[in-house]
């Protein structure tokens, strides 16, 4: 072969070469955000099922909030008024992956029990990934929070740090916790004040509400007279019951019966009620029998 061929073969293999680093290079930003995409979808969807079992007792399934912990699905979370409130300087995504990797010590202070911490680093179940797919899970939500059109339900909106006040609200004011003994309890439970009840039942200290009303996360407030004279009426376990009897357990005992969940509405897992367990240690009888006589207006 001559060596002018040669030369010839050898610059056409080389630019031959160029052209097709260069068309690779070209394609790499579409093909590594096609790459990218696809693995945050995988990452919300693995996050998706974190959430489910372990945030959405306190957070709820659609992220609405409940009287144990704030609305995620939030405008004020993904608007920038939630980190303009903490003083957060950061991005969004490092906002919510700190809260879940490390969680909340402090904040038993104004919430019925303080955020868990989550991630390894900080002694929780979860690894890095796994918070990382948390964190996307609960940031898929920002174009629904933003819809102006059709907002979010909020159930529970969020707390500026700190202890919470009472205000003239006296919750327990006798001092003495109502306890677990429904029968001692049902003898010595005095006249019930409805009005007082229904503001003790909507007060951020007991937050029931924030799980009932609408049935956002448990049984609907409305119906809650009725229902219980229907399950005494149903329910061989509950026969001989009184509707205060009923009322008066269901808060100070929530495992004594539980609701049958119903489909993807989980009441209890494992015999335990998603309901605030420690009610008989943070009321008094007076709230009890008012937090009832409300309770027996919603028929």
Known sequence: MRMETKILIGITGFFAILLLVGWVALNETGRMSEFTSQYEARSTERGATIFESNCASCH??????????PALNNPRLFDGARLTEVGWTGTLF??????????????????????????????GPLRPDQVQDVTRFVLNWETAALDEANPPTVVQDFIFPGIRGEGDLQIMASGTPVGTNVQAILAALPPGDAARGETLYTANELGCSSCHLSGAVA????????RAQDRI????????????Q?????????????????????????????MQ???????????LADLVAFLKTEG
């Open 60 to 69: 709820g399934l659609q992220g609405q909030g409940s009287g144990r912990a």
């Open 94 to 123: 490092d906002y919510v992956a700190n809260a879940v990797a490390a969680g909340r010590p402090n904040s038993g202070a104004y919430w019925p029990q303080a955020m868990p911490t989550w991630g390894e680093e900080f002694g």
């Open 233 to 244: 009426a149903t329910v061989p376990a509950l026969q001989g019951y009184t509707v205060d």
């Open 246 to 274: 009923y009322l008066v357990e269901s808060i100070v005992q929530p495992n004594a019966y539980l609701v049958p969940n119903e489909g993807n509405r989980i009441f209890s897992t494992n015999g335990i009620s998603i």
């Open 277 to 287: 367990q420690d009610y008989s240690a943070r009321i008094d009888l007076q709230d």
């Open 219 to 226: 049984p609907d407030t409305v119906g809650s007279f009725s």
